[in-house]
């Protein structure tokens, strides 16, 4: 049995094929055929890694015979396409229906050899993608938590002995490292996976709309409350309740918080009676609430109610080697998201996620792929598509020598933040992310800024 890989060059022009199976045939098992049908009968008869065929040939052209591998039961050989400059477009158009790649004739031996290699590497990245899936459980695959890494298996240990468990859950860490992620797992891990689970950002809600979503108003509880509305804890009932960011819970909100969870239940805006309630409450923060607490702007009564069972998530850095499977699988969902044909990571682009010390964390990553694959046509992701010198610069601080060095600590912050926020054209959400702050933290800074004359960006 021959171990090169397999070409099958479909081309009408006898010149052209004689040219490419005498180039080819020292380093591939080459087969030729004069058009399409011919191509199929070839591929009836024996297996091809790759077919390198013309756009227009007479009878069955090179868009006919790609739409007719697409529809095998097999997984289809990969397709490199050859055109002339006036039929470019059809190339294109092949490309986006799945094939590859396209040469544009005539090409030199270097650009084939170019193609092929970026072809056979996809095909390399794309089976060992495959075998690395096949290491991740279907249990892992349904929580949503990728990755076997150390900090990633003890994760899961932790929260399948906690998953039937009433106790409220503290889930600490970085912006970014996946918090809403594990709380869905827990959800989905435990005996409450049938029931709702609800998400409350508390700090995205402002104070004086906060008290009604979550408890919910009786008619006539105020001016514009023509009906009853349930809030989230009633919403949650038999289920779980995700307070997101609970650092950022207003203080005054923090007291009634803590009389709902030491009660188990509440009484809604307007209301007289009590509603009973059977919620498992699960709540985040990107901040040391010890620290919050000592610091007085977290209600130490409240801290230890909610951490009753504290789990931290590592940040992306500490489990590197979690990035391919996580990269690749953001890869996959973009991809069927955007309705394009499946992609890979070239060993050069991963090499360089892998050197990233990703200060947004699996977030940074997620926004990373989903650009690189929406502003790809190809099937490879290359490292130029990443796009990766701006990432590359750190968040949290100031290229040495950008600042006059007799600013004050709270100069430098100021203008960190309006660096971002030109970033990211105004955009909060986003400069919050990439400062890793809340975007309620932010806000008020913002308004601290407007009052002393300071002009932000928008």
Request: proline share 3%.
């Amino acid at each position: 049995m021959s171990s090169k890989q397999k070409i099958l060059v479909v081309d009408d022009e006898q010149s052209m094929r004689e040219w490419l199976h005498a180039a080819l045939c020292g380093r591939y098992e080459v087969q030729v055929a004069r058009d399409g049908a011919e191509a199929l009968g070839c591929l009836e008869r024996e297996s091809a890694d790759l077919v390198l065929s013309d756009v227009r040939m007479p009878g069955h052209d090179g868009l006919a015979l790609l739409d007719a591998l697409a529809g095998r039961a097999t997984e289809p050989p990969l397709l490199v396409m050859m055109t002339a400059f006036g039929t470019i477009q059809e190339a294109v158009e092949a490309t986006k229906r799945g094939a590859f790649a396209y040469l544009t004739k005539p090409f030199t031996l270097e650009q084939l050899e170019h193609a092929l290699h970026r072809a056979f590497e996809y095909r390399r990245l794309r089976e060992e993608n495959r075998s690395l899936r096949r290491n991740v459980t279907a249990r892992r695959e349904q929580w949503g938590l990728l990755g076997n890494s150390p900090a990633m298996r003890d994760l899961r240990e932790k929260i399948g002995m906690i998953a039937d468990a009433r106790g409220t859950v503290l889930l600490q860490g970085e912006s970014g490292t996946g918090k809403e992620v594990a709380a869905k797992a827990i959800h989905l891990a435990g005996a409450r996976r049938a029931g709702p689970f609800i998400r409350i950002n508390c700090a995205a809600i402002p104070e004086t709309l906060l008290e009604s979503e979550l408890f919910g108003y009786e008619r006539g509880a105020f001016t514009g409350a023509v009906q009853a509305r349930k809030g989230k804890f009633e919403l949650a009932d038999g289920g779980t309740l995700l307070l997101d960011e609970i650092s950022e819970m207003p203080f005054a909100m923090q007291a009634k918080l803590l009389r709902v969870l030491q009660e188990r239940e509440f009484v809604r805006l307007g209301g007289k009676y009590a509603t009973k309630i059977d919620v498992r409450i699960i709540a985040t923060t990107n901040r040391v609430l010890r620290d919050e607490v000592a610091a007085k702007r977290f209600r130490e009564d409240l801290f230890f109610r909610l951490n009753v069972i504290p789990l931290h998530l590592a940040p992306l850095r500490e489990h590197r080697e979690d990035i391919p499977i996580l990269a690749q699988h953001f890869v996959e969902s973009f991809c069927a998201e955007n309705g394009k044909p499946l992609m890979m990571i070239s060993k050069a682009a991963m090499a360089a996620l892998a050197k990233m010390d990703w200060p947004g964390n699996v977030r940074q990553l997620q926004n990373i792929i989903e650009r690189a694959v929406i502003m790809n046509n190809g099937l490879l992701l290359e490292e130029s598509l990443l796009d990766l010198a701006e990432e590359m610069e750190p968040c949290g601080a100031v290229a040495a020598g950008a600042l006059p060095v007799d600013m004050t600590l709270s100069d430098m912050e100021r203008e960190l933040i309006l660096r971002k926020l030109r970033q990211t054209n105004g955009n909060r959400t986003q400069a919050a992310r990439l400062l890793g702050i809340s975007v309620r933290t932010l806000r008020n800074k913002l308004h601290l800024y407007s009052d002393s004359g300071v002009v932000i960006p928008r």
